[in-house]
């Protein structure tokens, strides 16, 4: 009798998936991922650049709604598609490529609605400093690896930042303070 009230119940919650999976462990995949970014200029046009690849890693745990982000990229891959330009922007009074040579994005807090993954919460680290991030996301989405047996999961997420935050104020307020970010990220199931 002891016996059934034990696997009864353990059964019903099996069915109905609400026994707590475990966390899964996400690849970024360098070649796919990338930071864009936006800036005004002088009010009538837009500065567009990006920089990547970007590395790192994602544990999701869908079931409970959890997750940790880990990104970085090298400030000098910066790429506008002007050479003269993209080397002004390593200048020590921008991204300072040579003192700081990697950006960083560490996240903890990450939102769900139902199982839908809806804004990353975490701290990105430019020029040796750190301020709050969150990133919106546009779409994200999972997929059975076609290759191998396994999962791919990718997406796209939208934030900004002030420039000046981080202590790159160059050119205030003539190019804007305010920086529009899209992180594009794909990670393959399990290490790289």
Sequence with gaps: MTRHRILLPLCAAMAFGTVAAEPTFYTIDPERSMVHFEVMHFGISTIRGRLGAVSGGVTLDRSAGRGEVHLQFATATV?????VFDARLR????????????????????????????????????????????????????????????????GDFEGHFRRSDFGMDFGLPFVADRVRLFVAVQGRRGPG
């Excluded at 790429?79 to 050479?83: A, F, L, M, Y």
Aim: glycine fraction near 12%.
């Design 91 to 154: 200048e020590p009074d921008l991204l300072a490529s040579g003192e700081f040579p990697l950006a960083y994005f560490v996240a903890t807090q990450l939102r769900f609605e139902g199982a839908n993954l809806v804004e990353v919460r975490g701290e990105f680290t430019l020029r040796g400093v750190s301020q709050a991030l969150s990133l919106h996301t546009i779409r994200f989405a999972c997929r059975p690896d076609g290759d191998r047996s396994g999962e791919v999961c990718g």
């Design 79 to 83: 790429d506008t598609g002007v050479r």
